[in-house]
């Protein structure tokens, strides 16, 4: 709970410099954009925040988000229909959770090394199948895909054919998104189990718990969820470059996990908390740029804000249980 | 000598193991063991640490596969692979660790596994049908309901192993199985659980029991079944169920001098260390004042909770002293940390093994040399003949039951670790030793063993501080006891006026008669 209000609070401090900088930040048409970064940052912020429930965590993040971006391209360009790539794409994602999950479950590996090594091959997947990739080029290509790709785009991203943001569907989709993860880590039977393992593998297991299948379907909504975000990417860029797509997302939206109270010991978090923490990120770059400095000093904005964040946030919990 | 193995007779039989094998890396850990419990029948199984009990135990309720063995319930020939088939067929395991997740409420763990739902597949929990079950539970053990709701981690280790018992309690039970069960619960909370299995009982549950503590053993059990070594070392039936008899199957020996008194004179000397007007962060508000005499053992009794070990851990550096001071030899003492208290040969055995005494992933021997490294250090590093020289003495001196001393202490069973964790402070050459629930989890013999080594230290001339709820510990060791009471000092007793009612009586909170 009060790990809650400190990123509203936060969150509230951000948003308040941001509209007082420059009347054109606190525009409502710059609030919508904010809004949908956020919510593409949320969606992989949901992925590392599940795996870090149940004590894991995953760094192939950010590649999985790169090569399911080029694969969805590629497989357009190929002549798949964006609806069926849509789903081949994810099916992608599925693949990779089920091999992190089965490796780390049941070869017993540990989840940073089989996640780390994911992260260099699906990289290296994604410059295989394809250099640059665009919707442009899959329009070129295949002109009777427009109708289906502009459909999509407005869907996912909120832009209508003219490539103008209408309304921010990517925060919409992550409210949505994290109302259903909320669901079965606060209502369900599922979500007892993760925090569960997370906290404690053993007394789990022990109460009869398949530990395993539990872990091994988080690293499979993770990685799914990755592969979305690869999606709206490419969706929402004008080309895609292999070697850089999503390149270091996966250290975002683990910031963004802990920032909501998600603990790195595993079994804590709440759906709400990976909402609000995925949303500081973007506030924060936005703010910057609009402080007017320079773009490269943003890095080290960031991390020095989360550095304090984390400092004030250890010294509330501290407190808190003094008082206890 | 009473009669090896009486068969049970008259009642159906529930659970039937015959040769249980398990063979451990170095460990033959069961060599042959067969046991039988009837329906309704309360089973003790006895043995020396690392006698093969807990694995026995972990064997029948899945948890590990055996080497070789049958087990038959009702009848029918079982084999669990996961913990989770043994208690669908109605075999419940409450481990001698605990096994919480503290992160959930106490009503997530009781229904942990077995959650009640609605919405089929989606698993929806039915809160309000949970809530209702879970506070029947509770107040099955003696819990009130209001705890329903509290995260695990708030409660005092007695509660949460009540909350273990009252989660078998809810599964449909055949066989519950309890390893070492009160060895955090209170007088009170042990009473209290002598019904819940006397309940248990007649409603036809069977129950294997383990316990270290025979007088216990001797309350609870229909029959007594003795494990040494792997093996079975005998069986006694109701009637023949003493102390005695226990201790010389277990060991193979008589004891004597249970509780020495060889080495002390009976009477301190000078106090060594002494806490005057003592307040600490996170402590009662009432200052704590008292002494700790070279060459005697102090006995600091008082309810689970009483604030004990939490005055032990201020003196040993780990909270923050706020008012008063410590004198060492007469002197005061400043102790901002564990290393300081060390420094001045203040030395603590804690109370949570597994949380504060070992580094569990690591060899034995590790955790042997860890606090002494200073002294077996040379400008080569580490001085491998005289690290090997210390292993091999208090391994042997504590009869430590590992292969070698590069076994991970993690794999030892629950006795000897406590073991490491003598051999590990003992090898320093304390002037001041805290003991914090010296014996929890050790075995009849060890303990022996344990008494006479501190015994012998006391003997030395080092200041023997001994936190303990072992009523029959406390009487036969200490020399001089200081009961607590709610965080403060509720008396002094000693001589004459040391007696079970006295510490009792202030220890629950009456007056000194
Ligand atoms: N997982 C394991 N790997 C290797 N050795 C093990 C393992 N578990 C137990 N052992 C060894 O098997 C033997 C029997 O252990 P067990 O835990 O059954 O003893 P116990 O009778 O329960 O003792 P205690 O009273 O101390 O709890 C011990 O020597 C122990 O070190
Ligand atoms: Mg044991």
Redesign the interface.
Known sequence: MTRILGVLGLLIVLYALLIESNPAAGSSRNLMYVANIQGRYGVVTLAAALVIIVGGIDLSIGSVVGCSAVMFGVLMEEGVHPFAAVGWTLLFGVQVGLVNGLLITKLRLQPFLVTLCGMFIYRGEARLIGGVVSPAQVIDEHPHFEHSLNTLTYLLIGKNEKGALVFPAMFILLLVLAVVIGFFLH????G??W??I???E?????????VDRQRTIVYVICSMLASLGGILLFLDSSTIQADSAGAGLELYAILGAVLGGCSLRG??GTAIGMVLGAMVLPVLETLVSFRGLKNNVIPAVIGLTLLVGTIVDELIRRRSR?H? | MPPLRPQVTGASIRLQVTGARKQFPGVLALDGVSITLAVGEVLAVVGENGAGKSTLMKIVAGVYDSDAGEIQLDGQPVRFKTPGEAIRAGVSLIHQELNLAENLTVTDNLFLGRELTTGGGLRILNRREMSARASELLSRVGLPASRAFARVETLPPGEKQLVEVARALGMDVRVLIMDEPTSSLTQKETERLYEVIDALKSTGVSILYISHRLAEVKRVADRVCVLRDGRNAGELAKADITHDNMVRFMVGRDLKQFYPKVHRKGVGGAPVLSARELLFRGGPTTPASFEVRSGEILGMAGLVGAGRTELSEAIFGVRHITGGEILLDGKPLRVRSPRDAIAAGILLVPEDRRLHGLVLPESVGFNLSLPSLDRLASWFGVRVGAERELHRDWIARLRVKTPSSAQPAALLSGGNQQKVVYGKWLARNPKVLILDEPTRGVDVGAKAEIYALIDELAGRGVAVWMITSDMEELLGMADRVVVMHEGHIAGELSGETLTEEAVMQLATGGKRT
Request: net charge positive; charged share 20%.
């Open positions: 209502r369900t039977a599922y007892r189990y925090y569960a997370g906290h404690n053993l007394a789990a297991k022990y109460a009869g718990v398949n079994g804590e003094v206890r």
